[in-house]
């Protein structure tokens, strides 16, 4: 062990060859510790409603309204606060809006920049000089440090300040210089991201958050099921490829397909139209309807049912394969009477709302014909070699994980898998029995395999397993006895449309149960909390997000709007910053257009979760742990540097 420490001692000489130089960062770090920690900010169920989250990125879920209430307080008042505030957001646009209004724009541009400088500061305050340098512009980064950093002992300021803002104007580049500033402003405020499950499916735009998320500074993912279908579907799985195509048929998206990653339709469009030409689908309804043509409409609804018969096919194939999925009492059509288009389960015998199945043998019902098997080898191909589609997917890969743990919170999209009695459900994959978090860690090994497994074996399990993730009645993601797909379509009776939840959300309130969780994953029961989403909380029928006396919360409110009628809100947002952890309830949001134009925010009520006795620092965080260590090691090469074990390289 003495080798080993010495022989790593030598490797950090090379790093640090002197005294000096390790004594330097030494007091660098230490430094480092008592500075506030960093503002976290997580977001849950995006569900591809890239306008919303995009706005609550900007403005940190009410982070950025805070840091001009603290740098301006009472000497600005609510509507140029408003206006700042806007601007920030979106400085480009709202220049473009001012210069049509404003007479002069040499002042509001010197007004605007002194008082974006002022927010900078703020924003800066709590980071040490190197990091901020390294979220500098780079066109302006010597320029924003002068004016964000003090000069101590600098006889005329003012005048120094005042000389660098009028020449910026001066020359022409005020516009460039905000923008610079406001970027700057929105990535100091928060200092990492939490994604916690669900960017994709039923809004317009998850490829366009994934491009957004890419650029993101800081940032991790925790996968929820949705997120997981579309990694299924990109490694070529068949039952994931056609539950993502036909949940974008269902809610008129099929352009993130074909325009968003290029994957061509056209075969599965021609097939459906030809099959169904005759039937009105009138079961396979477009949910959140756009304004398309209604030929357009016509031809996706089609193409719905097309690919729906499609998904329950492979789902009855590869349920066969795999039994301990669970999922062979979900295949419903070996049920079916197709003379009588009826359909018996569990001894009941009930009529089918849609019983045209021209391409279904009766005999077979679950081969598909040589045209469906032509589309899905060609879909497979083409998920499997879309570019775009892979980028985002190694990018889920790299940053996410089926849970988390961050500063002693434990972070993950759906449950931990319980009994009626609140013990941890065992589930079997691969022959053996898992529960608690060895059942996430095995089932995120095998989403991992199912893209760079070399066993063939390995690889194809992964791959389904991702399916299984999905959709699965003991699945931590999905987290509900079923998926009633099926029944929805083709059955009127609601009680057969009933998805019962998992135990765990009877135990929300349970601390004990509660705590057995954050014990199983290693955390204190004091201080630690769970975040989850996935099932969106009602708010309008009273219930809380803040659950077990705020040692739970569960912060999907409706991002998606088709979940907006149910909830009441628009989504949940949590921030944890160096004062305790803030909830923020948004209302819908309108539109970008008026967020610029009328300057209308997300409104968004706070409630203080927790709020600490003392300022949390760099110290308290999983950052200040790693910092203490490298300090001790320090410490150690500086002992080995005096004792004359290790000489100075210099």
Same mark, same amino acid.
């Given at each position: 062990?003495?080798?080993?420490?010495?022989?790593?001692?030598?490797?950090?000489?090379?790093?640090?060859?002197?005294?000096?130089?390790?004594?330097?960062?030494?007091?660098?770090?230490?430094?480092?510790?008592?500075?506030?920690?960093?503002?976290?900010?997580?977001?849950?169920?995006?569900?591809?409603?890239?306008?919303?989250?995009?706005?609550?990125?900007?403005?940190?879920?009410?982070?950025?309204?805070?840091?001009?209430?603290?740098?301006?307080?009472?000497?600005?008042?609510?509507?140029?606060?408003?206006?700042?505030?806007?601007?920030?957001?979106?400085?480009?646009?709202?220049?473009?809006?001012?210069?049509?209004?404003?007479?002069?724009?040499?002042?509001?541009?010197?007004?605007?920049?002194?008082?974006?400088?002022?927010?900078?500061?703020?924003?800066?305050?709590?980071?040490?000089?190197?990091?901020?340098?390294?979220?500098?512009?780079?066109?302006?980064?010597?320029?924003?440090?002068?004016?964000?950093?003090?000069?101590?002992?600098?006889?005329?300021?003012?005048?120094?300040?005042?000389?660098?803002?009028?020449?910026?104007?001066?020359?022409?580049?005020?516009?460039?210089?905000?923008?610079?500033?406001?970027?700057?402003?929105?990535?100091?405020?928060?200092?990492?991201?939490?994604?916690?499950?669900?960017?994709?499916?039923?809004?317009?735009?998850?490829?366009?958050?994934?491009?957004?998320?890419?650029?993101?500074?800081?940032?991790?993912?925790?996968?929820?099921?949705?997120?997981?279908?579309?990694?299924?579907?990109?490694?070529?799985?068949?039952?994931?490829?056609?539950?993502?195509?036909?949940?974008?048929?269902?809610?008129?998206?099929?352009?993130?397909?074909?325009?968003?990653?290029?994957?061509?339709?056209?075969?599965?469009?021609?097939?459906?139209?030809?099959?169904?030409?005759?039937?009105?689908?009138?079961?396979?309804?477009?949910?959140?309807?756009?304004?398309?043509?209604?030929?357009?409409?016509?031809?996706?609804?089609?193409?719905?049912?097309?690919?729906?018969?499609?998904?329950?096919?492979?789902?009855?194939?590869?349920?066969?394969?795999?039994?301990?999925?669970?999922?062979?009492?979900?295949?419903?059509?070996?049920?079916?009477?197709?003379?009588?288009?009826?359909?018996?389960?569990?001894?009941?015998?009930?009529?089918?709302?849609?019983?045209?199945?021209?391409?279904?043998?009766?005999?077979?019902?679950?081969?598909?014909?040589?045209?469906?098997?032509?589309?899905?080898?060609?879909?497979?191909?083409?998920?499997?070699?879309? *570019? %775009?589609?892979?980028?985002?997917?190694? @990018? /889920?890969? !790299?940053?996410?994980?089926?849970? +988390? #743990?961050?500063?002693?919170?434990?972070?993950?999209?759906?449950?931990?898998?319980?009994?009626?009695?609140?013990?941890?459900?065992?589930?079997?994959?691969?022959?053996?029995?898992?529960?608690?978090?060895?059942?996430?860690?095995?089932?995120?090994?095998?989403?991992?395999?199912?893209?760079?497994?070399?066993?063939?074996?390995?690889?194809?399990?992964?791959?389904?397993?991702?399916?299984?993730?999905?959709?699965?009645?003991?699945?931590?993601?999905?987290?509900?006895?079923?998926?009633?797909?099926?029944?929805?379509?083709?059955?009127?009776?609601?009680?057969?449309?009933? *998805? %019962?939840?998992?135990?765990?959300?009877? @135990? /929300?309130? !349970?601390?004990?149960?509660?705590? +057995? #969780?954050?014990?199983?994953?290693?955390?204190?029961?004091?201080?630690?909390?769970?975040?989850?989403?996935?099932?969106?909380?009602?708010?309008?029928?009273?219930?809380?997000?803040?659950?077990?006396?705020?040692?739970?919360?569960?912060?999907?409110?409706?991002?998606?709007?088709?979940?907006?009628?149910?909830?009441?809100?628009?989504?949940?947002?949590?921030?944890?910053?160096?004062?305790?952890?803030?909830?923020?309830?948004?209302?819908?949001?309108?539109?970008?257009?008026?967020?610029?134009?009328?300057?209308?925010?997300?409104?968004?009520?706070?409630?203080?979760?927790?709020?600490?006795?003392?300022?949390?620092?760099?110290?308290?965080?999983?950052?200040?742990?790693?910092?203490?260590?490298?300090?001790?090691?320090?410490?150690?090469?500086?002992?080995?540097?005096?004792?004359?074990?290790?000489?100075?390289?210099?």
């Amino acid at each position: 062990m003495e080798m080993l420490m010495e022989k790593y001692l030598e490797r950090l000489s090379e790093l640090y060859p002197s005294i000096a130089a390790a004594s330097t960062e030494v007091i660098n770090l230490q430094a480092i510790l008592n500075l506030p920690k960093g503002t976290e900010h997580f977001l849950t169920d995006i569900h591809g409603e890239y306008e919303a989250f995009s706005h609550v990125l900007k403005n940190g879920s009410g982070s950025v309204k805070r840091k001009i209430d603290d740098v301006f307080a009472n000497t600005m008042s609510a509507r140029d606060k408003q206006t700042l505030a806007t601007l920030i957001y979106y400085p480009r646009e709202k220049i473009e809006r001012i210069k049509k209004e404003e007479p002069n724009m040499d002042d509001w541009y010197k007004i605007m920049l002194y008082r974006l400088i002022e927010i900078s500061k703020g924003a800066a305050s709590k980071y040490t000089r190197s990091k901020v340098r390294k979220a500098l512009p780079k066109d302006f980064a010597y320029v924003i440090e002068e004016l964000i950093t003090e000069k101590q002992g600098m006889m005329d300021k003012e005048s120094y300040y005042a000389s660098i803002i009028s020449t910026i104007i001066r020359i022409g580049r005020a516009e460039e210089f905000i923008v610079a500033l406001c970027e700057l402003i929105q990535r100091l405020t928060v200092d990492h991201l939490h994604i916690v499950g669900d960017i994709y499916d039923r809004g317009p735009g998850p490829h366009i958050i994934m491009d957004k998320l890419m650029e993101h500074h800081s940032i991790d993912i925790q996968w929820g099921n949705h997120d997981v279908l579309w990694m299924g579907a990109a490694a070529g799985q068949k039952c994931c490829i056609a539950n993502v195509i036909r949940i974008c048929a269902r809610y008129g998206n099929l352009d993130i397909l074909e325009d968003g990653y290029g994957i061509n339709l056209l075969p599965l469009a021609t097939f459906s139209w030809k099959k169904y030409a005759k039937d009105p689908c009138e079961c396979f309804k477009l949910k959140g309807q756009g304004e398309e043509r209604p030929q357009e409409t016509e031809l996706n609804m089609k193409m719905h049912k097309a690919i729906s018969i499609i998904q329950f096919k492979v789902e009855g194939q590869i349920s066969q394969e795999y039994p301990e999925f669970g999922f062979e009492r979900r295949n419903f059509l070996h049920l079916i009477d197709y003379n009588e288009g009826e359909i018996t389960i569990d001894g009941e015998e009930y009529s089918l709302l849609d019983d045209y199945f021209p391409t279904i043998d009766p005999e077979n019902p679950y081969a598909l014909s040589e045209e469906e098997e032509h589309i899905m080898n060609r879909l497979v191909s083409a998920f499997q070699n879309c *570019e %775009k589609l892979q980028c985002h997917m190694r @990018f /889920l890969l !790299n940053k996410g994980s089926l849970f +988390k #743990i961050y500063n002693s919170n434990l972070l993950y999209h759906g449950c931990v898998p319980l009994d009626e009695e609140g013990n941890f459900k065992s589930v079997v994959v691969d022959g053996k029995r898992y529960k608690g978090r060895a059942l996430y860690e095995i089932l995120e090994s095998y989403v991992r395999k199912g893209f760079f497994a070399v066993d063939q074996r390995e690889k194809e399990l992964g791959k389904n397993l991702m399916w299984y993730i999905w959709q699965g009645e003991n699945s931590p993601l999905f987290a509900k006895d079923k998926m009633a797909t099926f029944e929805r379509y083709f059955l009127a009776e609601e009680e057969l449309h009933k *998805e %019962k939840k998992n135990p765990y959300y009877n @135990f /929300l309130e !349970n601390e004990a149960v509660m705590n +057995k #969780i954050l014990t199983e994953f290693g955390l204190s029961t004091e201080r630690s909390h769970i975040i989850n989403g996935h099932i969106p909380v009602k708010t309008k029928n009273g219930e809380n997000p803040i659950k077990c006396n705020g040692k739970v919360l569960v912060i999907d409110g409706g991002f998606s709007k088709a979940y907006q009628k149910e909830t009441g809100i628009a989504g949940y947002t949590l921030i944890y910053n160096s004062y305790g952890l803030i909830l923020a309830a948004h209302e819908p949001f309108e539109s970008t257009e008026a967020a610029i134009e009328k300057e209308k925010d997300i409104h968004s009520d706070s409630v203080i979760v927790k709020r600490v006795v003392s300022r949390k620092t760099v110290g308290d965080t999983d950052v200040g742990k790693e910092l203490r260590e490298r300090i001790e090691d320090l410490e150690a090469l500086l002992a080995a540097y005096r004792s004359g074990t290790i000489i100075e390289k210099v």
